[in-house]
C-alpha cells in the first residue's frame, strides 16, 4: 500500500510525512512526494505526481493525498498520463484533508488495511477534531455494541497531555495486529464507543490525563487485546514520562554597597 503527497509546498509536504512517519512507531509504509516546481517554488507538477505514483505503485494500490486547487487537477491529469489502465485503476485520489489525512493513512496502511480502508479513514480524519470543537446541540458519533461473549476492562490514561496523536497511533497499531475486535468508550466523558482499530474514531475519545476508557474487546484475541491495552496505558503508550520541574532556587538577597 502505497501514498503520494501533492501538495503546492515542498517544505510542507516534507514536514507532513515528518509527522506521520512519528506515528508509526517503528513501521514503515512506503510514502512519496510531489510537491513544488524545486525547494523554493510553490506549484504542482503532473508529470511528477505520475512518477511518485508510479514508485509507489504495488498489489495494494495507491491512496493520492492533495491539498488545494490546481493539486487536485494535476493529480488528475496524472491519472490520465498512466498508460497502464490496470495501475489507473489502483489508484485513488483521496478528498482528505492533507495533513490529518496522511497521519490517519499512514497508520491504516501501517496496520495493513486496503486502499478502501485507507482512503475512507483519511477523509474521516477531521472528525476527532470535529468532535472536540462541536457544539452542544451537534449529533454526537455513535459506535455500536459488540457481541456477546465479550472481554471487558477498563484502563487510565495517564500520559500529561491525554490520548493526542501518537499515543493513538500506538494504540490503534496494537489493535490492528491482534484477531479481536475492539470497542472504547471514555467513561469519564460519558462519550460514545468508538472502534479501536480507526485512528480517525480512536481522535474523536478526546481521552485526557486522567480520563478512565472502557476497552471491550470480542474475537479469537479478546482477552489479549484487553490485557496488551491495559499493559500499554500503564506504559504510558510507550511516550516516557515528562520530567515535572522542581521548585526554583531562591534569589540570592541584594546586599547593598555602601558609598
Known amino acids: 500500500?502505497?501514498?503520494?503527497?501533492?501538495?503546492?509546498?515542498?517544505?510542507?509536504?516534507?514536514?507532513?510525512?515528518?509527522?506521520?512517519?512519528?506515528?508509526?512507531?517503528?513501521?514503515?509504509?512506503?510514502?512519496?512526494?510531489?510537491?513544488?516546481?524545486?525547494?523554493?517554488?510553490?506549484?504542482?507538477?503532473?508529470?511528477?505526481?505520475?512518477?511518485?505514483?508510479?514508485?509507489?505503485?504495488?498489489?495494494?494500490?495507491?491512496?493520492?493525498?492533495?491539498?488545494?486547487?490546481?493539486?487536485?487537477?494535476?493529480a488528475e491529469l496524472a491519472l490520465d498520463l498512466l498508460e497502464d489502465p490496470d495501475v489507473r485503476d489502483r489508484v485513488t485520489l483521496s478528498a482528505a484533508p492533507l495533513v490529518e489525512g496522511l497521519v490517519v493513512a499512514a497508520v491504516a496502511a501501517a496496520g495493513g488495511a486496503g486502499r478502501a480502508e485507507v482512503a475512507s479513514e483519511a477523509r474521516d480524519a477531521l472528525l476527532g477534531k470535529s468532535a472536540q470543537l462541536a457544539s452542544p446541540d451537534d449529533d454526537g458519533l455513535s459506535g455500536s455494541a459488540g457481541p456477546g461473549g465479550e472481554e471487558v476492562?477498563?484502563?487510565?490514561?495517564?500520559?500529561?497531555?491525554?490520548?493526542?496523536?501518537?499515543?493513538?497511533?500506538?494504540?490503534?497499531?496494537?489493535?490492528?495486529?491482534?484477531?479481536?475486535?475492539?470497542?472504547?468508550?471514555?467513561?469519564?466523558?460519558?462519550?460514545?464507543?468508538?472502534?479501536?482499530?480507526?485512528?480517525?474514531?480512536?481522535?474523536?475519545?478526546?481521552?485526557?490525563?486522567?480520563?478512565?476508557?472502557e476497552v471491550r474487546a470480542s474475537g479469537r484475541q479478546a482477552r489479549e487485546a484487553v490485557d496488551r491495552l491495559l499493559d500499554l496505558a500503564k506504559r504510558r503508550f510507550g511516550e516516557p514520562a515528562e520530567q515535572v520541574p522542581g521548585p526554583a532556587a531562591p534569589t540570592p538577597p541584594t546586599i547593598p554597597r555602601g558609598p
Do not use: F, K, W, Y
Open 1 to 74: 500500500m502505497g501514498l503520494v503527497v501533492v501538495s503546492h509546498s515542498r517544505p510542507l509536504a516534507r514536514s507532513a510525512i515528518a509527522l506521520a512517519e512519528e506515528m508509526l512507531h517503528g513501521s514503515s509504509v512506503r510514502i512519496e512526494l510531489a510537491a513544488g516546481l524545486d525547494d523554493t517554488t510553490l506549484g504542482t507538477d503532473a508529470v511528477a505526481i505520475m512518477e511518485a505514483i508510479r514508485r509507489a505503485e504495488g498489489p495494494d494500490g495507491v491512496v493520492v493525498l492533495m491539498d488545494l486547487g490546481s493539486a487536485v487537477l494535476s
Open 153 to 213: 476492562g477498563v484502563l487510565t490514561v495517564r500520559n500529561p497531555h491525554g490520548l493526542h496523536a501518537r499515543p493513538a497511533a500506538r494504540l490503534v497499531r496494537e489493535v490492528r495486529a491482534l484477531d479481536a475486535s475492539v470497542l472504547l468508550r471514555n467513561l469519564t466523558t460519558d462519550g460514545p464507543s468508538v472502534p479501536g482499530d480507526s485512528l480517525s474514531r480512536v481522535a474523536t475519545l478526546a481521552a485526557a490525563q486522567g480520563h478512565e476508557v
